[in-house]
């Protein structure tokens, strides 16, 4: 059975991709640079959509977003990394965006979550805090699985429940990975130079 390192990978561009290491129990080493699969022992390498492009705000406002954001990461014992990737990916860090599903703002909450935070989702402060209680809360549903969190957070909980984890979807998939690899990225940026593994 072949142990597979995850590193992490976010280009420059808005493209992201992942990146994986399969070793197996000889010292052989196989790459994968898009989302991939693991079944049983072999691995299927499965590209997954890229998400739609999200209108950023312009770097002044993005500079006071991440303020934001971090405070309300700090207040609710968040790393301030993890909920400042979740709004990158949420809102491109924009105070004022509107999905076309009626989510809003940095951490795109629908009305319905707004309103049982009882957040006014148009105030950029009370929505980064509203959505960093929001993920909060799933955290301790998901006794601190980050994976089934963030899943909740884009799919929501009842998707999450009914499939017993992140459900099949491949905007879901595509969130968690993104989400996951900007982490990684953050503590064990990818090389510049293709890793080589003496024989």
């Known amino acids: 059975m072949g142990l597979a390192i995850a590193l992490a990978s976010l280009a420059a561009t808005a493209d992201v991709r992942a990146g994986v290491l399969e070793i197996d129990d000889s010292g052989h080493v196989r790459r994968f640079d898009s989302p991939t699969q693991f079944l049983g022992s072999a691995a299927e390498a499965r590209p997954i959509a890229p998400s739609p492009k999200i209108a950023t705000a312009p770097p002044r406002d993005r500079r006071a977003a991440v303020a934001l954001v971090d405070a309300a990461a700090t207040r609710h014992g968040l790393s301030p990394e993890l909920l400042r990737s979740i709004a990158r990916r949420e809102s491109g860090l924009n105070p004022v965006a509107r999905s076309p599903k ?3 703002g940095l951490m795109q909450l629908m009305p319905g979550t707004a309103r049982d935070l009882g957040v006014d989702a148009r105030d950029p402060a009370a929505n980064a805090d509203g959505g960093a209680r929001y993920f909060q809360a799933l955290l301790a549903r998901y006794d601190g699985d980050i994976v089934k969190a963030l899943a909740a957070y884009n799919a929501g909980p009842r998707a999450v429940d009914r499939h017993g984890g992140p459900p099949p979807y491949a ?22 130079s293709p890793v080589r593994i003496a024989p």
């Open 171 to 192: 905007e879901t998939r595509a969130y968690v990975d993104a989400i996951l690899e900007r982490m990684a990225q953050s503590v064990a940026p990818r090389p510049q």
């Open 102 to 104: 009626g989510a809003t």
